[in-house]
């Protein structure tokens, strides 16, 4: 059997036993091992991958014969870093829960969801893509309405509402467009060679959009996104940022922009624009924010702003530093999300007025964080510069005044990243945290495998880089816009 057929079907029976599980402490550790045995899948891909413009592991099934729709997956360089994302941040987001009291339907959802993340970076037709994206909505709607904290179903609702409309809109762009092949099939190659007119493109263009742009999410379709990233519980929040908002990014290389060119040609400097509004909104929202794990979610919208905005700039550097930092932003992010679980843990709190001198009794987490913050900050020799040096490199291309606004999330990161870790770790400390206890066990097996993963990727970035090369030169070439 395939390797990549192996891939998609182990979480979603992975997630079948895990639902008769109901001891807390067997459900926790057998779903540990489940996770990370699906990470080794990972590695036949990795060693057998070729660097080309080729899609490899192909492997296409009958599905429903009557309306040409076919079960086609293979990976490239642009998704298989993706994979590889998921796969390696599904056990560790695991392995952060064993301080929490979840029976095995939650790490049930988590591995549903996780067959609709692979699904979604697998998916060369886009019926099966469809499929993928809306598989993934369900159980992280479940597992944000059930464990999350506050008015959580009146937020998940709109979530919910927000996404499942652009899913609709998205839905009808496909079955239109699949109506005008020649064969009515939703093959990715068939769609992105269709003549379409002008005007069409341009509709298409705003119904993948606004499907893709909520996911992400980019301004002005962000505003489910702080609420349900705070309320929800920390691992729904680690699987939200971490890897789902990254389906939408993904989205916009591998579907919109190559299937309706002329409509990117029309309205993509609108879309890059509005990317970039978002970022430098979000950031000063930032500033104000005293909640620390709201303060992290918008963060999230300023760097996914910035990853968009180097998505529709549309040339090697753009792209190939989106798809850097989409796995940078994934692991930083569910790094600080754990971070301040583990603040809420010890103190009861995660409001930063009321927080102050932890690092004295936990200087093993003032030291993690400290590079995590950095990371975040993209200081050089971290993941995230990395990544944010080639997507500002790529919108310069677009205009300096792009760029100018864009490089505005490095001195914005800086200032509430810094606020942050000043507010919680350093002056005196406070007299009912003095007893507090530092990282050890599991907490420290993660932060420290996550911190490994930021410098690594920030000495080492020609490994991914290389990954990614060949298939997003092929790709602008397809697409070009001069």
């Known amino acids: 059997m395939n390797n990549l057929l192996i891939l998609l079907l182990f979480p979603l029976v992975t997630a079948v036993v895990l639902l008769f599980v109901k001891q807390n402490s067997l459900a926790k550790r057998l779903a540990l091992i489940l996770t990370l045995i699906q990470a080794g899948l990972s590695i036949p891909l990795i060693t057998n991958f070729v660097p080309d413009a080729s899609i490899q592991f192909e492997q296409s ?46 790490y049930a959802l988590v591995s549903f969801m996780q067959t609709g993340l692979l699904l979604v970076f697998v998916a060369l037709d886009a019926f099966t893509f469809y499929v993928g994206w809306e598989l993934a909505l369900i159980p992280i709607y479940f597992i944000c309405a059930l464990w999350g904290e506050g008015d959580r179903i009146a937020i998940n609702l709109k979530f919910f509402v927000y996404t499942f409309l652009g899913s609709i809109l998205m839905l009808v762009a496909l079955v239109f467009l699949g109506n005008q092949t020649p064969g009515g099939d939703y093959e990715w190659a068939t769609l992105t060679s269709l003549s379409l007119s002008e005007s069409t493109q341009g509709w298409v263009f705003w119904a993948f959009f606004f499907a893709f742009a909520v996911k992400i999410p980019i301004f002005p379709f962000h505003t489910w996104q702080p609420n349900t990233y705070t309320f929800a519980p920390t691992a729904g929040t680690m ?16 579907w919109l922009i190559p299937v309706v060119p002329e409509g990117v040609q029309n ?14 909104y979000a950031s000063i929202i930032a500033f104000k924010q005293r909640d620390a794990k709201r303060l992290i979610a918008y963060s999230s919208i300023a760097h996914v702003g910035l990853i968009s905005a180097g998505i529709f700039s549309w040339n090697q550097a753009g792209i190939q530093g989106a798809i850097f930092q989409m796995v940078s932003h994934g692991i930083s992010v569910v790094a600080l999300f754990y971070v301040i679980e583990i ?10 007025s009321e927080l102050g001198g932890l690092a004295k009794n936990m200087p093993r987490l003032a030291a993690l964080l400290l590079i995590l913050t950095m990371g975040a900050v993209g200081l050089p ?9 080639l997507l500002l490199k790529g919108v310069y291309e677009q205009g300096l005044i792009y760029a100018a606004f ?4 490095l001195i914005f990161s800086a200032v509430y990243m810094l606020r942050m870790y000043q507010k919680a770790m350093l002056g005196p400390v406070i007299e009912r945290f003095k007893d507090v206890s530092d990282v050890r066990g599991h907490e420290l097996i993660l932060l420290v495998v996550l911190v490994g993963f930021t410098l690594y990727l920030g000495l080492f970035p020609n490994g991914l880089l290389n990954l990614s090369q060949a298939s997003v030169e092929q790709l602008i070439q397809q697409v070009n816009f001069n």
């Open 406 to 409: 864009g490089g505005l999330t």
């Open 381 to 389: 020799l971290t993941a995230n510069f990395i990544g944010e040096f």
């Open 61 to 106: 099934y009958p599905w429903i014969s009557q309306l040409n729709i076919v079960f086609h997956i293979g990976l490239d360089g642009i998704s298989l870093p993706l994979i590889l994302l998921t796969n390696a941040l599904i056990p560790l987001i695991v392995l952060g829960t064993f301080g929490s009291n979840f029976k095995g339907s939650f």
């Open 343 to 352: 603040w809420m843990q010890r103190t009861n709190t995660r409001d930063l």
């Open 267 to 280: 309205y993509g400097t609108f879309a890059l624009t509005l990317a970039i509004i978002g970022l430098v």
């Open 239 to 254: 699987l939200l940022a971490g890897i789902m908002l990254k389906m939408g990014t993904y989205a916009l290389i591998r």
